[in-house]
Every structure is written in structure tokens, then in C-alpha cells.
């Protein structure tokens, strides 16, 4: 089975919204849209859905199972694997350790915290949140291994990065491309315990989760058990089994849709980052439906509408979440069914976003 905690490769997202919904192969099209309800309905959706435009909800509802084997459905309360949803998360880390002094410039070097890092004077903080490090991504190294049952912890990844940078080189030179790596995100998160002194989740907790009253957010477990938990499938096969472990920092954690508004809301508003913080996060406007990738989070223009967002995926779940700065609109959607080519989720994307938001 492939995995899906890779997400979406540099290729993916650019054209991503190229392809129109109304292509010949696709069960829906913009022109059969009559309201979301029946458009997740139609998609045959499992998971969680909020969409909310100006303050009011257009969809806040569950759709499929949780559990097949209890029959316990999805609720708002269902609580997802999300993923690398939580980059954003990571890089928020980041932010608030230049907030705390910790870190001088998000043009900082990899090697003012580790001079043995290879070219690690030339990879810097911004090139580690944009994807522009060229460093190789550490999943299809560890992966199998892990799922076998050899551990391996985020220390011990990060020495495989090392070893393999100093024996094959980067993939390019920092800065000159983009490539999607969750190498960038471990080395972030391990980055967050060095300078500030406590446990990433910790320090996320503390920094992000209590202040904004995320209580259902918090780090996944290689087993899913428990009520108000949803099950990961990859058609009807239970795939909820998972190392946790080595999502350190770039697909860690577990939410619910109305946490995850929560944390939208507050990136999208005025109180949560600065002008200046939001002018660096989120970055210049990019063409009719192109996307690029910012500091944790890619930036859209769909149907003149700009479109701030992100998604993830890990075994048996697909996550996306995102917002519309002009019309205060949030989409969120967390899926316990596992999408190989993230078909689902562009057409939520688009057909959501020109038809409702």
C-alpha cells in the first residue's frame, strides 16, 4: 500500500488547480453543484466537514463512519489524524521562538545550531519552512523499517539526514527550488526542544493550544482506541496502525474540525500575527489559479480568491484546511478514508471555493 504521509509532491501543487472539476472522468462537476450537503454526500465522504462564511455555517456535520466495526459515525467531535496539517503547527513553533528571542531571523543558518550539519551554512530557517532546503525526504528511508518494528526516534532520524546529506549531497542548491521534504519539519521541531528547553509538544501546547482552547488537539498514538477517535481505512481495510513516532513535527497530531477552526480563525484575524508576521508567513499574492508554497502554509488564487491553506495525509486519513481572507471563510474537512491521489480533496477545494466561499 502506498503511503500517503509525503502529501503532495512540488509538481502536485502547482498545477493542482489546473485541472478543471468538469473534466470528463470526474462524478461531479461545477455545473451539477446544488449545496454541500449533497456534494460530500455524492463524493461518498467519511469524516468530518465545517465550512463557514462570514460567521454563519453553511456545513458543520459529519458524514460515514468512525468505527465500522462499532458503527460509531462521524461527528464534529471525531477526532483525525491530520497529518501534515500539522506543519502548521510546527511552523508556528518557529514564529514564537523569534517571538521569545530565541532565534535572530527566520534567515538564520542551520549551522548557527549545529556546525556539524552538512552545507548547513547554506540552509537556512526560511529555506527549511518554504521547502527550499534540498534536503532529502527521510520517510521512504525509515518508513518500512519503522512499520516492521524498528524504532527509531526524531534524534535518530535526524543523524540519517546527516549521513545521507554527507555522503549524496543536497538535492539542490538552498534557495535555487522547491521540493516538498518532511525532513524540513522534523529538523524544525527538534529545533523548537533545543532552543526552548522543553518538549515540542510542550511547547506547542503551551505557546498555541491552550492559549487559542484547542483541548481536543494533541500528539497521535501508533494505536487508535477509544470513543470519539476515527479509525484510518484505505477502502474497507482498517490501516489505523501506524510509528508515530516518525511524524515527529511534520504529520504528529490529532485534531477535530472545530479545534482546527479555531486555529484558522486566529491565523486568518488581526491578534494572532502581526502585519509583519503575516506579510512574511503568508507572502505575496500568486497568479489565477496557481498555488506556491509559503512558511508552513501554501497560498491559492481560485476564482480570484485567495486561499490559504494546507493538507495532509497519513495512512488511512486525508485532512485539509484552509481560509479565505476576504470573505472570513473557513473550510476544514478530515477524512477517515484514504485518497492515493488526493483527487477528493481538489475537488473540495475548488468546487467549495467557487460555489460557496
Known sequence: MKTKFLFLSILSFVTIFLISCSNDDDPITISEYTDATTFFNELDYSGSVL?????????????????????????????????????????????????????????????????????????????????QSGLPDYVSMVESDAKSGQTFTPETIFEIVKNQVAENNLIFTPGSSVAYSNTNFLILALLIEELSGDSYENYITSKILDPLNMADTEMGSNEINGENY????????????????????????????????????????????????????????????????????????????????????IDGFASLIGFVPESNSVLISLSNKQDDSGTTRNKIIETILKNEL
Open 51 to 131: 465550512i463557514s462564511k462570514n460567521g454563519s455555517d453553511i456545513l458543520r456535520t459529519g458524514f460515514g463512519m468512525a468505527n465500522k466495526n462499532t458503527a460509531e459515525p462521524n461527528t464534529t467531535g471525531t477526532r483525525f489524524r491530520i497529518g501534515s496539517v500539522s506543519k502548521t503547527l510546527t511552523g508556528m513553533g518557529i514564529v514564537q521562538l523569534k517571538r521569545d528571542g530565541l532565534i535572530n531571523s527566520f534567515d538564520q543558518a542551520l549551522s548557527d545550531f549545529d556546525d556539524s550539519f552538512p552545507h548547513g551554512n547554506q540552509i537556512t530557517l526560511r529555506h527549511l519552512l518554504s521547502h
Open 230 to 313: 476515527a479509525q484510518g481505512y484505505y477502502g474497507n481495510e482498517n490501516v489505523s496502525e501506524y510509528p508515530m513516532q516518525i511524524t515527529f513535527g511534520a504529520g504528529c497530531w490529532t485534531s477535530t474540525v472545530a479545534d482546527l477552526e479555531k486555529w484558522c480563525r486566529a491565523a486568518m484575524g488581526n491578534s494572532w500575527f502581526s502585519p509583519d508576521e503575516k506579510n512574511v508567513i503568508f507572502g505575496e499574492d500568486v497568479p489565477e489559479e496557481s498555488t506556491a508554497f509559503k512558511l508552513a502554509w501554501f497560498r491559492s488564487k481560485i476564482d480570484g480568491k485567495t486561499f490559504l491553506w494546507h493538507g495532509g495525509d
